[in-house]
């Protein structure tokens, strides 16, 4: 699916992130597996993944001793409000 939100609010790899979350946002992904599907270098991304989480847009999970994985937070107000803009936005630019 295109980046909606970015295309519309401008390059931003906190919006490549988030669009990419929204469009699977059942699925568990590690830093590295973000930054490869957004196409961009992990250390550009790192930044990034702390303030999804924070801002409750993004959950995490502790996975051995040092990894986290990450999904989109399906439960938060503020998520499923974006979920409903990208579709609308979607259907709008077909």
Known sequence: MKEV????LGPSIFLLALDMFLD?????????????????NPGSVSPVIPSLVEK????SC???KV??????N????KV????T???????AGE
């Open 80 to 83: 499923q409000a974006l979920m």
């Open 74 to 77: 399906h439960r938060s107000e």
């Open 24 to 40: 699977n946002p059942r699925q568990w992904m590690n830093l590295r597996e973000v930054a490869r599907r957004i196409d961009k």
């Open 62 to 64: 502790k996975v051995g």
């Open 56 to 59: 409750g847009l993004v959950e």
């Open 85 to 91: 803009l990208k579709n609308t936005l979607s259907e």
């Open 5 to 8: 939100l970015n295309e519309l």
């Open 67 to 72: 990894s986290v994985v990450y999904r989109l």
